[in-house]
């Protein structure tokens, strides 16, 4: 499968990039540095200048085959819903987003943990629900997940829907090698499309 990742030089578009590569799929890598996509040359491995804040970049590398799978983060507000709309205008075949649990369509889902989550996001909490909310709009997949750490890829992992959702726990923490796994799932064989999914360390 051809497979665009968006933020590949973050740890978490890092961590799709490289376990889509050791799936045998083929990848382009979209930074807005290259060079700081740490993992070594391939030939199914294409790394592509681009920022979200351009949509016509974004629009050249991607169309109507693609499966695309976003690392981005929330570093500053407005980023993630230029990229959402970015991606959705290019017309992939799918889009499987990440974003956070606890924020919009899970924060009831997550209960009290919900508005601690807002007040540590601030003013970046909107950005994300708007954009979750385009992806979702799209028909793509919103992986909501928890407190992310560096640890490895779970054994035990699960990925769940909203109605199996556990209680937010600031102290729960999910791999971000779990989270692309589940993500790599996804883009694979579709279980959640239209809706958010949860990845799980157990």
């Not at 290259?34 to 030939?43: F, N, T, V």
């Amino acid at each position: 499968m051809n497979l665009i990742v968006l933020a590949a030089s973050g740890r978490t578009g890092l961590a799709l990039t490289r376990q889509a590569l050791r799936r045998g799929h083929t990848v382009t890598a979209i930074a807005r540095d290259p060079e700081r996509i740490a993992l070594p040359d391939s030939p199914t491995l294409r790394k592509v200048t681009g920022d979200v804040g351009d949509p016509a970049g974004i629009a050249a590398v991607v169309d109507a085959h693609s499966v695309v799978l976003s690392g981005l983060g929330t570093e500053q507000a407005g980023t993630l819903l230029a990229g959402a709309k970015a991606v959705v205008a290019a017309g992939p075949r799918r889009i499987i987003w990440l974003g956070a649990y606890g924020t919009g369509r899970s924060a009831d889902a997550a209960g009290e943990g919900a508005a601690v989550l807002g007040k540590l996001l601030g003013d970046r909490l909107a950005d994300k629900v708007e954009a979750d909310n385009t992806v979702l709009a799209a028909g793509g997949t919103v992986f909501h997940a928890g407190v992310l750490d560096t640890g490895p890829e779970s054994h035990t992992r699960r990925t769940v829907g909203l109605a199996a959702a556990p209680p937010f726990d600031l102290t729960a923490k999910v791999s971000r090698e779990t989270v692309a796994a589940a993500m790599l799932d996804e883009a694979e064989t579709p279980r959640f499309p239209g809706t958010v999914a949860l990845p799980l360390d157990r």
